[in-house]
């Protein structure tokens, strides 16, 4: 399978697959308190069984081309992951999303990750939206939709329930043309 550098640091994007599992259960285990502040990925993952369910779910996604996982590696070790939540290739939209472990913070490797695989999406598949969906609370996400030269849509208020409280929801978004036009700026 494939091993994308993102820079010089150690970081790769790599497939985030079910024989991965006792490596993503560590990797929850270690970020589970700070990652469910605001998402509930990963939460049924709690023996290696169940984190191989989950990663079998995305691998049935994938084949179904409805979804993907991928995981972020720092120095071999796995610290955060991105998917596509939602892949609609003949619709021509998609949903991205992220989660990271708390050391690995504060290096731009789910905005490099990303920028990754919104340029496939785009790039190969056709795709012409890409949307981020974050709690209005999680301030991390919506910077990395900034840094990804999102515009904001809107905000669904108190439309989620999450850990007893109602979150807005910001939802994000970049069209195909829009980031055509950014990558060419960036590139000269």
């Known amino acids: 399978?494939?091993?994308?550098?993102?820079?010089?640091?150690?970081?790769?994007?790599?497939?985030?697959?079910?024989?991965?599992?006792?490596?993503?259960?560590?990797?929850l285990d270690r970020g589970r308190e700070f990652v469910h502040q605001h998402i509930p990925f990963g939460v049924n993952a709690t023996d290696a069984a169940s984190a191989r369910a989950l990663l079998r779910s995305y691998a049935d996604?994938?084949?179904?081309?409805?979804?993907?996982?991928?995981g972020?590696?720092?120095?071999?070790?796995?610290?955060?992951g991105l998917l596509f939540r939602v892949f609609d290739a003949a619709g021509g939209t998609c949903e991205v999303g992220c989660w990271l472990e708390p050391a690995a913070t504060g290096r731009g490797l789910v905005t490099r990750g990303?920028?990754?695989?919104?340029?496939?999406?785009?790039?190969?598949?056709?795709?012409?939206?890409?949307?981020?969906?974050?709690?209005?609370?999680?301030?991390?996400?919506?910077?990395v939709a900034r840094r990804l030269g999102m515009s904001r849509d809107g905000v669904?208020?108190?439309?989620?329930?999450?850990?007893?409280?109602?979150?807005?929801?910001?939802?994000?978004?970049?069209?195909?043309?829009?980031?055509?036009?950014?990558?060419?700026?960036?590139?000269?």
């Open 1 to 27: 399978m494939y091993a994308i550098s993102l820079g010089d640091d150690g970081a790769e994007l790599r497939p985030l697959e079910p024989w991965h599992a006792e490596e993503f259960l560590a990797h």
């Open 61 to 70: 996604k994938r084949a179904a081309d409805s979804g993907s996982l991928h």
């Open 72 to 80: 972020l590696w720092l120095d071999g070790k796995l610290v955060g």
């Open 114 to 143: 990303m920028r990754v695989l919104i340029d496939w999406a785009i790039d190969e598949r056709g795709i012409h939206r890409v949307e981020w969906c974050a709690s209005s609370a999680n301030t991390p996400s919506v910077k």
């Open 156 to 188: 669904l208020r108190e439309n989620y329930l999450y850990r007893g409280v109602r979150q807005d929801t910001e939802v994000w978004s970049v069209l195909a043309p829009e980031w055509r036009a950014a990558r060419a700026r960036d590139d000269h």
